[in-house]
């Protein structure tokens, strides 16, 4: 039984997986990436604002994935701040810090 993510091997998984998820993005400001079974949120935060835009824009994407029991593995959620002049800020998941990294490895290259 799987409880979650796409079937390994699956011609018509994969597709009907998108298919499934499509409608994620619809009520967040943020861009929204998908690809299988990952899933990456995009934003500039140049100010508190666009900050807790993005907060609550995690709080949509959470309720989404409980409304069609779906959970995120928060553990293996992260945040990447990119820019030199960048403010860090902390950002959570079912009242939880998410993970910040420097460097993640995406589709086998390393951003």
Same mark, same amino acid.
């Given at each position: ?40 949120? #995009?934003?500039?935060? %140049?100010?508190?604002?666009?900050? *807790?835009?993005?907060? !609550?824009?995690?709080?949509? $994407? ?19 701040? #990119?820019?030199?002049? %960048?403010?860090?800020?902390?950002? *959570?998941?079912?009242? !939880?810090?998410?993970?910040? $990294? ?10």
């Amino acid at each position: 039984m799987v409880s979650s993510g796409v079937p390994q091997g699956s011609v018509p998984g994969p597709v009907l997986f998108l298919i499934f998820i499509n409608d994620l993005d619809s009520a967040l400001v943020s861009t929204i990436l998908k690809f299988a079974d990952e899933t990456k949120m #995009l934003r500039k935060a %140049n100010s508190n604002k666009d900050r *807790e835009s993005i907060q !609550q824009d995690l709080h949509r $994407v959470l309720d989404w994935s409980y409304v069609r029991q779906m959970p995120f593995n928060t553990i293996k959620c992260v945040v990447m701040h #990119l820019g030199a002049r %960048n403010a860090q800020h902390t950002y *959570e998941m079912e009242n !939880q810090a998410i993970k910040v $990294v420097t460097e993640e490895k995406d589709l086998f290259v390393t951003i």
